[in-house]
């Protein structure tokens, strides 16, 4: 009796301990306590369904962000044991809950292969709770448990009958005195649920959100895996060849290793290597990756020098001309993944490269000369690559010249005194008028003007040779001072801030959009450092009496009008009554919110009315402009009433109500802005607002570039039908 006492204080110690060393150094456990962190204790939650998924016991996940801002995740696996656990005196659940790395480390044959990036169990994410709830259906029973940051609150009980139902249910509600990132983004939980389902493939990942007020509900489920993944990716681009699938498996030092890879080339200058260890991204590649170019550079050398019209003997390819237009997804399971780098995400494990290595090399060569069609393909691809590169070498030491000398900074420019790059910014310029007023009204200290004339090339469409040959694009590369390419060094940038400004119309809006596919294409890391701006100057100057204000947005100028628009001015239900003013405002905004998303749908080419029926004929509720208007109902009116003309004028008399006594000036350009007035509005730093541009997720940035700026119009529609608010509060 003393004995058994004894341990179970030693345990409860244990518990004690473990659960407050969580709390007292949550980032140890979780890498941050921000919105990375908040999310993460999801993504341990739901690897743990991913477990019992890769084990061949559960189909089906379900995610769902509760209205109180809980979040439950349910699986349909065995249930976690409910058992008394043999040594630690309690329920196997609670050990699993409330002891530390106790997630799957309980015998050696059954390694745990998912796994958050820092792989630290459910356990954590009960200490970092305010609450949590557990639920398992097993043995026909529904047992269920409750905790309060990491200490049993509500002991297990049966509290139900389930038949042969199995499963566990996990409900948890982050502790806010931890956490500084307060509330679950639909956005960063649907893009890592849909990479897990695409990574495991068949496991059928439901969410959806309660909490919002927009309802989303996604269901994430590919047959196809990781070749779903590499489809996904390329949507929008021209395939050179069909998507390539290798799999296989070889002992490592630790276990057995599965390496899968999925490839394919399209006709886009180019590259995306998306690489996974454990279902983890291993953003800074690792021996997996090396494996997988290594064996493609061999393989396609071999290929492509032995093919007729192929690789010539002097041609030195490389390994970056080999990859030029490739997708590829490489995913392998390693029993005890060594996670190096500066952020812990490049696989290290030296056995992976030479098993990946030969399973991508004997199959490639196998697949090329049984498809001998798709090897010609690829080749060819290659050797374009290679005599562009070539071409583009020549081009830039024309460019390199011009920077090496110094004196020879583009004519253009109109450089700043200051030297120091982290006190200086470079302002680029739509057009030579706004780039007068901007020269006269800068800060000649710190601040550089570059005036831009005409439309900046298309970098999505290209090469890098013809790129190099367009005069705007050379003297971007020379004003910033980074170099470009081979010789690209992100030290040498002149300026820390390089603030994209650009008139507030399609043109404008044509040129950021260009200018920031050029910077994220070809200098992504100035966006990494957090170099590059969005300026954004004013869209009007409203006058009253004797003062005048500038307002930023259409949306800012709307909200103001109708505030003084609705002020004795009548809005009517559909069947006549009046409505109350805050009603009134709630309906005049959601009429501006119709306006702004078909100015929007039209200015990319479609028509709104087509684009409803079609998102009404296929019933797809996620479509932004099919809420819109469905919102309609609630004050009696229907779509035809505004496409009629009847709820738009409404709109327009309200606020020309508004607008009485006011002298509303529209700034058309930049240029129409004096010296004075651009600098206070846009360009001072005690006044400014300006948006830094950042990377928050590469892979929906890449598919957004592509949908947008690609050729194919049935992807881009679909994609604005889809986006239409995202797209319209971007601005793309
Ligand atoms: C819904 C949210 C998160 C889970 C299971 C299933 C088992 C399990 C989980 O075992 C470790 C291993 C065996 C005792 C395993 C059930 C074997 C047999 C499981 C989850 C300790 C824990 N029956 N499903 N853990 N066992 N789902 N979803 O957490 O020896 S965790």
């Known amino acids: 009796m003393a004995e058994e006492n004894g341990n179970y204080n030693a345990e409860n110690i244990q518990v004690l301990e473990g659960m407050e060393a969580v709390r007292k150094r949550p980032a140890m456990y979780i890498g941050d306590t921000g919105e990375r962190g908040y999310h993460h204790l999801v993504y341990e939650v739901v690897d743990n369904s991913i477990d019992e998924a890769l084990a061949g016991f559960c189909s089906v996940i379900d995610v769902v962000i509760n209205a109180d801002g809980s979040l439950t995740v349910q699986d349909n696996g065995r249930g976690i044991p409910v058992d008394m656990h043999p040594t630690q005196h309690k329920p196997a659940i609670e050990v699993v809950l409330t002891i530390l790395h106790a997630g799957g480390k309980f015998d050696g044959s059954n390694y745990k292969v998912s796994g958050g990036l820092h792989g630290v169990g459910v356990s954590c994410v009960n200490a970092l709770s305010e609450w949590m709830k557990v639920e398992v259906k097993r043995s026909g029973k529904v047992h269920h448990i409750e905790f309060s940051r990491g200490h049993v609150t509500k002991p297990l009980e049966v509290v139900g009958e389930c038949g042969d139902e199995t499963g566990t249910k996990v409900t948890f509600f982050p502790d806010h005195t931890i956490f500084t990132c307060h509330a679950f983004k639909w956005e960063i939980l649907c893009n890592r649920l849909r990479e897990l389902a695409f990574l495991n493939k068949g496991v059928k990942i439901h969410f959806r959100d309660d909490e919002g007020a927009d309802h989303h509900e996604e269901t994430f489920h590919y047959e196809g895996g990781i070749d779903a993944f590499t489809e996904y990716l390329n949507a929008n681009k021209k395939p050179l060849t069909p998507v390539i699938h290798f799999e296989g498996s070889a002992p490592g030092t630790t276990g057995t290793v599965v390496a899968e890879v999925s490839m394919q080339y399209t006709d886009s200058f180019s590259t ?177 003007i570059l005036p831009l004339r005409g439309k900046v090339l298309n970098v999505e469409k290209a090469r890098v040779d013809r790129m190099l040959a367009n005069a705007e694009i050379r003297t971007l590369i020379t004003a910033i001072g980074c170099g470009f390419g081979e010789e690209w060094d992100v030290s040498k940038a002149r300026y820390h801030k390089i603030v994209i400004m650009t008139d507030a119309d399609v043109d404008g809006a044509h040129i950021r959009t260009l200018l920031l596919t050029f910077f994220y294409r070809k200098m992504p890391e100035l966006i990494e450092k957090g170099y590059v701006y969005l300026a954004q100057p004013p869209l009007y100057k409203v006058e009253r009496k004797k003062t005048s204000e500038y307002v930023l947005t259409d949306g800012d100028l709307t909200e103001r009008l109708l505030t003084l628009g609705l002020d004795d001015f009548e809005v009517k239900e559909k069947g006549g009554a009046v409505m109350p003013p805050e009603r009134a405002k709630d309906f005049m905004r959601l009429l501006a919110e119709i306006e702004a998303t078909e100015k929007m749908v039209a200015e990319r080419g479609f028509n709104a009315a087509a684009l409803l029926a079609d998102a009404e004929a296929q019933g797809s509720g996620a479509s932004m402009l099919r809420k819109e208007f469905t919102s309609l109902s609630g004050y009696g009116y229907g779509p035809e009433d505004w496409f009629k003309g009847e709820l738009r004028q409404l709109l327009d008399d309200v ?45 929906a940035a890449d598919r957004m570039f592509t949908l947008l700026m690609g050729d194919e119009v049935e992807p881009r529609r679909k994609f604005i039908e889809e986006n239409a608010l995202n797209v319209r509060n971007l601005d793309f």
């Open 272 to 448: 995306l290597e998306q690489t996974y260890c454990n279902n983890i991204h291993t953003v800074e590649g690792g021996t997996h990756l090396s494996g997988f170019r290594a064996a493609l550079t061999r393989t396609v050398n071999k290929y492509g020098r032995a093919m007729k019209n192929g690789i010539k003997e002097k041609d030195a390819v490389t390994g970056d001309d080999m990859r030029e237009g490739l997708t590829v997804i490489v995913s392998v399971k390693v029993p005890q993944p060594q996670f190096e780098g500066q952020t812990k995400t490049k696989l290290g494990n030296g056995e992976v490269q030479g098993i990946v290595d030969s399973i991508v090399s004997d199959r490639l060569m196998t697949f090329f000369e049984e498809n001998p069609a798709v090897g010609e393909a690829v080749v060819n691809k290659i050797m374009m690559a290679f005599r562009a590169r070539e071409a583009a070498r020549k081009a830039r030491e024309t460019v390199r010249k011009g920077v090496m000398d110094g004196l020879s900074l583009p004519g253009k420019l109109r450089d700043c005194s200051e030297r120091d790059p982290s006190k200086t910014e470079l302002f680029l310029v739509e057009g030579d008028s706004a780039g007068g007023s901007a020269q006269s009204g800068r800060d000649r200290a710190t601040q550089a």
């Open 655 to 699: 606020r020309a109500h508004g607008k009485q006594g006011l002298n509303v000036v529209r700034f058309k350009g930049l240029g129409e802005m004096d010296a004075d007035e651009l600098f206070d509005t846009t360009m001072n730093p005690e006044k400014r607002r300006m948006l830094r541009v950042t990377l928050s997720d590469a892979v």
